[in-house]
């Protein structure tokens, strides 16, 4: 009799715990109308009883944008949006240096790069940069660089910090700007790696 109280107890415990923690698990492989995996968001947000995603596409051209947030029901949010700018890479450096506010890692790629907010406490940002002219635009003149630039950031508590949590933004950033680049139409073809280089640890 003791034994089966024991086995009665054990479920329903672990029904119970399923039951607050199976809500980023019940998002789709790929959230944000296929933008990124479930996966990074589990890695950074804390579990939660339910979630929601949602995904937005603004205009083509010119003004072109894409946004992706997860939201969960213990108030943590995970969000990045991706815009085309008309902004060199050093411009886009000095300006994300300047929004961060603390000291910041890079990791790149040929022309695709990385920067991630070396932070302390709750809150945490990355960006992504990815130099790309859309057919609808026309340059005429003197150069313009234009390219897609990603910035995600993480809102309440986060399942991830440190390093971890810096690699978890980037990857979300990174994920986010490969599938605006095709919604985008960018002129020339480029090919993604499966990933960015890690950043280190002690970074």
């Known amino acids: 009799m003791l034994f089966l109280t024991l086995i009665t ?3 329903i415990g672990g029904c119970t715990f399923l039951y607050f923690i199976k ?3 019940l998002l789709p492989d790929k959230v944000c109308d296929g933008a990124a995996r479930r996966d990074i968001a589990i890695r950074t947000l804390p579990h939660a009883r339910s979630a929601d995603q949602w995904a937005d596409q603004g205009d083509t051209g010119g003004r072109f944008s894409f946004a992706c947030r997860i939201s ?3 108030d943590s949010t995970l969000s990045g949006e991706v815009d085309l700018r008309g902004a060199s890479e050093a411009a886009w450096v000095d300006s994300y240096g300047r929004l961060a506010g603390k000291r910041v890692v890079r990791a790149s790629k ?3 790069e990385a920067l991630a907010q070396i932070d302390g406490d709750s809150s945490g940002s990355a960006s992504v940069y990815v130099p790309c002219i859309p057919a609808s635009v026309k340059e005429s003149g003197a150069p313009h660089t234009y390219a897609l630039v990603a910035d995600v950031s993480v809102s309440g508590k986060s399942r991830a910090t440190g390093a971890e949590r810096r690699q978890a933004l ?3 950033a990174y994920q986010l700007t490969e599938h605006a680049y095709k919604l985008a139409g960018c002129k020339e073809p480029r090919n993604f790696p499966e990933e960015l280089p890690r950043y280190e640890d002690g970074s």
Do not use: K, P, Q, V
């Open 72 to 74: 969960t029901s213990s």
């Open 170 to 172: 980037t990857d979300f």
């Open 23 to 25: 809500g980023l698990y």
């Open 9 to 11: 107890m054990a479920i």
């Open 110 to 112: 040929g022309e695709l």
